[in-house]
């Protein structure tokens, strides 16, 4: 069995994406990882610090990006596809830049890829995720947060990255034009594994934080759009009260060590809950997301109510 890595990304050093980190948390259980590296800006390093792991499995793709063409989000979704295509292995196992592995998980993910090899109703695999907010202590649970996804797919050529590279979904005879095509589109099945994602995106200092929402939002929006949007606003992110933001109490993923050493942004977190009077709230710090989180967490055992799944489960 081989497995392969692969992800895509643009100025993702400059936008405080630990993309090294990221690599290195899969690079010990894949057989190579494939990395589709954009037309980065002059000040950005992310090559640099792909290249500095210095493993003959890393294998890298430079690219150009095309909003126009790629509008809505799509660009990630094909340049994900870049990076998925010229992967070799029998199972693709794809993390953003923001999304990290715990070396706790390595075994169960490498024997659950061996367990359901030969079993061909399985497309892809399930991981449960666990999105930082603000800091490396506080995470968000909290319904509309997405608590799962696949990261680990059948090497398929029908299989392709589907809208902004959320998720996959299988596409017969795909033109390579529309990513957010549905007509024509099947969801994969899937089977769970024991194991989460780590996700980090929600993690940085304020002003690069809303550096890099602005960067996503052209992305899916243009620039015109978000210079509309973004004339009136701050300079920096508010992440809101910490203190209604449930406390993570175990450990980071060994790789993130030195990263999470470069936390100095604390003083700019709010852990009172009485600076930033009158800001419009958060989803998760709605009432009507407050309660069903609530009914989701006690009565329901975790199943989330009503939210969108890109997937069929399939029990094996």
């Known amino acids: 069995m081989k497995i392969s890595g692969f992800t895509m ?7 405080y994406y630990p993309i090294k980190e990221s690599i290195e948390s899969i690079l010990s259980i894949v057989d190579e990882f494939v990395v589709a590296i954009g037309d980065n800006d002059a000040d950005d390093c992310s090559l640099e610090r792909i290249q500095s792991i210095n493993s003959d499995k890393i294998k890298i793709i430079r690219t150009k990006w095309d909003l126009e063409k790629y509008s809505r989000g799509t660009e990630n979704a094909h340049q994900t596809d870049i990076a998925k295509e010229a992967c070799t292995g029998d199972w693709l196992f794809y993390l953003q830049a ?14 659950r890829c061996n367990q359901l ?18 800091d490396y202590d506080h995470y968000l649970l909290s319904h509309g947060w997405y608590p799962n ?58 002003q690069l934080m809303q550096k890099k929402k ?6 899916h929006k243009g620039e015109k759009k978000v210079e509309e949007l973004y004339n009136t606003q701050k300079n920096y992110f508010d992440y809101g009260p910490m203190k209604r933001i449930k406390i993570f109490s175990e450990t980071h ?28 709230l958060y989803k998760h710090e709605k009432l009507k997301y407050r309660i069903v989180t609530w009914l989701e967490q006690h009565i329901v055992r975790g199943r989330e109510l009503g939210g969108f799944r890109n997937y069929n489960l399939i029990k094996v």
């Open 149 to 206: 996804e696949i990261r680990v797919i059948r090497n398929n050529k029908e299989i392709h990255s589907w809208e902004s590279a959320q998720s996959f979904r299988r596409i017969p005879e795909f033109d390579y034009k529309d990513y957010r095509q549905h007509t024509g589109t099947y969801k994969l099945n899937v089977a769970t594994v024991d194991a989460e994602v780590y996700h980090y995106g929600w993690v940085r200092p304020p």
């Open 117 to 134: 090899l030969n079993d061909s109703r399985i497309e892809g695999l399930l991981f449960r995720y666990k999105h930082f907010w603000g």
């Open 214 to 219: 602005k960067s996503l939002d052209t992305i």
């Open 9 to 15: 990304a643009k100025n993702a050093d400059k936008l």
């Open 253 to 280: 993923p060994e790789v993130m060590n030195d990263w999470i050493k470069k936390f100095d942004w604390k003083e700019l977190l709010d852990y009172t809950g009485n600076k930033f009077p009158g800001r419009e």
């Open 98 to 111: 923001d999304e990290v592995i715990h070396e706790k998980y390595h075994n169960s993910i490498v024997n």
